[in-house]
């Protein structure tokens, strides 16, 4: 797929439309169907389409692990730190009538804070689950060159190297090979 310029140049408008789609579902989660879950798989599936269509290399490059680590962390914290912010301006944990100047507004902000955190972390989640099995064939056939390139068989350690010594001993006993 990496070397078709069809599916190179539709792919550039679809990842941005994706994008945008995802954003959509995440902002209109509040007066219908849609929210964070929804908005984070849609989201992470603009940046498995970009790996799968310009190679892991590149999608690591647009999405560095650091980040989505940096991310998944930001969107959990966003969720447990807007029901702290109600504790501390006097309502129950993810209470969120108390965040704006009327209960109505408080619940709309509230509900957005929410909903971002969980599209966040799942969006990351989603991203580094992608990473983590379409790099695992990669990461097998490097292990395996490295270690036909060391050699067939790595050093045994000091305790299989002696009780191979005492089976071959022993069968020498066994078949007069010794004598």
């Known amino acids: 797929m990496q070397d078709d310029p069809v599916i190179r ?5 679809m990842i941005p439309t994706v994008m945008l789609f995802a954003l ?3 902002f209109h989660g509040d007066y219908g169907p849609g929210g964070g879950f929804q908005a ?7 940046f498995v389409l970009n790996a799968m269509i310009f190679g892991l290399n590149r999608g ?4 560095p692990a650091h980040l989505n680590l940096l991310a998944i962390c ?6 447990g730190l807007t029901g702290v912010a109600s504790l501390f301006l006097g309502a129950n944990y993810l209470d969120y009538d108390v965040l704006g100047a009327t209960a109505k507004s408080g619940q709309h902000i509230g509900i957005l804070l929410v909903e971002f955190g969980v599209g966040l972390t799942v969006a990351s989640v989603m991203v580094a689950l992608f990473f983590t ?7 097998v056939r490097l292990l395996s060159k490295m270690q036909a390139h060391e050699g ?14 005492k089976t ?3 069968k020498d006993n066994k078949t007069g090979a010794h004598k």
């Open 9 to 13: 140049v539709i792919s550039k408008v």
């Open 60 to 63: 690591r490059h647009v999405w």
């Open 133 to 139: 099995f379409a790099g695992r064939p990669t990461h």
């Open 152 to 165: 067939a068989r790595p050093p045994a350690p000091k305790d299989e190297a002696k009780s191979e010594a």
């Open 74 to 79: 930001a969107g959990v914290l966003l969720y």
């Open 168 to 170: 071959k001993a022993t």
């Open 40 to 46: 984070g798989v849609i989201f992470a599936s603009a």
């Open 24 to 26: 959509y579902v995440q």
